[in-house]
């Protein structure tokens, strides 16, 4: 009977560890697309900027009025820089210079895998250059969306950005890993949290404390803002004010009622875009 619970529980074991292994397969795994060939309905020059790490980032450009300042736009996991496209569009149209960007292992930006924030902050690093490379006189702001927000706080050294837009955020990536796998087991996935967290840790070759950026965002020196969405189950509310009571002055936070872990824009529209246009005025056109 001792043998046969033995052999049960074995397989049990090996099962789970199976299972853990594919699902870390998924999760780290490229999210590459062929983005070039689309066409834009706003004008947009495609660039491709040296990283620390060999690769060529690859984004688009859109020219708004000097003047009015430049905003990196970085967008979230398993996804690429066609998600930016909408926010793009709505400023420039108000004179903002725009650059949009493929993460590491999305779209065309080479990369063998995701590694939550570890890689796709250097792409960061190496995309704010190129905005002051090009835009020598212009201030600089940053919007990003979940992993895309991850790379902007975990970016060494200091960005020095006028203002920053961190959506759909997570404090921690333990928290972001237990309440995906909530959402897709049940209570039951939390079981596999300690093997996943130990084939990203391994991957990506950081610790899993080094990855969270709640322990990274009081170095973010710049005016930040905050957004998050009341049915948001993949970051909830208190994680996000958390993470915002961890982030330094000057610094607001927007809860959007209803929103999910989706695009905020699509979802809030015009409000959205309002409460955006306005902390980026704020912060990047102080002499208007």
Same mark, same amino acid.
């Given at each position: ?25 998924? &999760?780290?795994?490229?999210?590459? $697309? ?12 495609? &660039? ?33 820089? &066609? ?88 404090? $921690? ?82 809860? &959007? ?32």
């Amino acid at each position: 009977m001792l043998q046969k619970i033995l052999i049960t529980l074995s397989g049990v074991c090996i099962a789970a560890a199976i299972l853990s292994f594919l699902a870390g397969e998924l &999760v780290t795994g490229s999210a590459a $697309t062929a983005t070039e060939t689309l066409l834009t309905d706003i004008p947009v020059q495609s &660039v491709k900027i040296p990283a620390a790490d060999g690769n060529l980032v690859h984004g688009w450009i859109a020219y708004g009025e000097d003047g009015n300042g430049a905003v990196l736009l970085v967008h979230s996991i398993r996804s690429n820089r &066609v998600e930016m496209l909408s926010r793009a569009r709505f400023l420039t149209a108000q004179g903002y210079h725009t650059l949009m960007i493929d993460l590491q292992a999305h779209g065309e930006t080479p990369g063998d895998r995701i590694t939550f924030g570890a890689k796709e902050s250097g792409n960061v690093e190496a995309a704010v250059n190129f905005l002051r490379q090009t835009f020598p006189h212009e201030r600089i702001g940053a919007i990003g969306v979940s992993l895309g927000a991850a790379a902007i706080v975990l970016a060494k050294p200091d960005l020095r950005l006028g203002a920053v837009i961190l959506e759909s955020l997570h404090p $921690t990536l333990e928290e972001a890993v237990e309440n995906r796998l909530k959402l897709f087991l049940g209570e039951p996935g939390k079981l596999f949290l300690p093997l996943l967290l130990f084939q990203i840790s391994f991957f990506t070759g950081e610790p899993i404390e080094a990855l969270s950026p709640i322990t990274q965002i009081n170095n973010l020196n710049s005016p930040v803002l905050i957004i998050a969405g009341t049915n948001d189950q993949h970051t909830t509310v208190p994680e996000t004010e958390r993470l915002f009571a961890a982030a330094r002055e000057p610094k607001e936070l927007w809860i &959007v009622p209803g929103a999910r872990h989706f695009n905020m824009h699509d979802y809030a529209g015009k409000t959205y875009e309002r409460e955006v246009s306005d902390f980026l005025a704020y912060y990047l056109r102080r002499n208007e």
